[in-house]
């Protein structure tokens, strides 16, 4: 599925868009606000990692997830 976003930041390794974030990079990612959202990540050969766990953090009213993953893997954070 091919999935249009609305880009809001740009960084080196990631993108922050109204509806996703894309990522290859570890970090803290999330919106700045409270809204809920849903992990994907997929290994260095493109497959989904149905498994893989990534916590939740809440901070100061906010919500995040807390990514680590490998060299060549990415992700994707759907906001909800």
């Known amino acids: 599925m ?10 080196e390794g ?3 868009a109204k509806e996703r974030i ?4 570890s970090g803290l990612f999330g919106w700045g606000d409270a809204s809920k959202h849903e992990v994907h990540v997929y290994d260095d050969t493109g497959r989904e990692a149905p498994d893989f766990k990534a916590p939740t953090v809440g ?19 759907v906001r909800r």
């Open 59 to 77: 901070r100061d009213g906010a919500t995040f997830t807390e990514l680590r993953i490998a060299e060549g893997w990415s992700a994707a954070i």
């Open 14 to 16: 990631y993108i922050v």
């Open 2 to 11: 091919n999935a249009p976003i609305t880009p809001a930041e740009s960084h």
């Open 22 to 25: 894309l990522t290859n990079r």
